[in-house]
């Protein structure tokens, strides 16, 4: 597959605020648990390390 050479839109860094809408989402999906593997455990990650990179990631933007 080629690599495409259109630019992509900039990023938005995971904030607390979405990663816990989407752990809340998947945890009413799946009877309360989240898997340590899934894409809400990811984000709420990568909210954590946005969050500990100069006080960006809290939500209340």
């Known amino acids: 597959m080629a ?3 259109a630019k ?3 990023r938005t860094p995971m ?3 979405a990663a816990a809408r989407i752990q809340s989402a998947t945890a009413r ?3 309360g648990k ?3 593997d ?3 455990a990811r984000a709420l990650s990568a909210a954590a390390h946005n969050a500990n990179a100069g ?3 809290t939500g209340n933007q």
Do not use: H
């Open 3 to 5: 690599k495409s050479t």
């Open 8 to 10: 992509s839109p900039a």
């Open 15 to 17: 904030t607390t605020a």
């Open 29 to 31: 999906a799946n009877g």
């Open 34 to 36: 989240v898997a340590s």
């Open 38 to 40: 899934s894409f809400a």
């Open 55 to 57: 006080g960006k990631g």
